[in-house]
């Protein structure tokens, strides 16, 4: 059985830091593409940062320069450091898997946010919630 589970959300004020978790049990860890999604309330679920298995990363162009995607294979484990973080960025943070021989980049990492709530592509966990005050 797939499992990803997010931890580390929480309420912070504008400014403020949080570091997202996402651990991961009954999938070759190491052999995914890894990505953060969020669903921003009044706006469909989007793509915010991925990573590759050959390490490379991908962001969405609102959180460039403030959020910071990485793993740990040891540990299959994802992690979301996210700094400067703004009111927009309130929302369930959920993470997302895919076992692909393809890129992956936001197109990937976006595919993911619409359909692996819908069971057929992908993993994805249950989330966390970030809540940003001004």
């Known amino acids: 059985q797939v499992r990803l589970v997010e931890s580390g959300g929480g309420s912070v004020q504008s400014g403020g830091s949080l570091t997202l978790s996402c651990v991961a049990s009954g999938i070759p860890f190491s052999e995914y593409c890894l990505g953060w999604v969020r669903h921003v309330e009044t706006k469909t679920r989007e793509g915010v940062a991925g990573?590759?298995?050959?390490?490379?990363?991908a962001y969405e162009d609102s959180v460039k320069g403030r959020f910071t995607v990485s793993r740990d294979n040891a540990k299959s484990t994802l992690y979301l450091q996210m700094n400067s973080l703004k009111p927009e960025d309130t929302a369930p943070y959920y993470c997302?898997?895919?076992?692909?021989?393809?890129?992956?980049?936001?197109?990937?990492?976006?595919?993911?946010?619409?359909?692996?709530?819908?069971?057929?592509?992908?993993?994805w966990g249950q989330g966390t919630q970030v809540t940003v005050s001004s």
């Open positions: 990573m590759g298995r050959d390490g490379r990363t």
């Open positions: 997302a898997a895919l076992k692909t021989s393809g890129r992956c980049d936001m197109s990937t990492i976006q595919a993911l946010a619409l359909r692996a709530p819908r069971g057929d592509f992908g993993y």
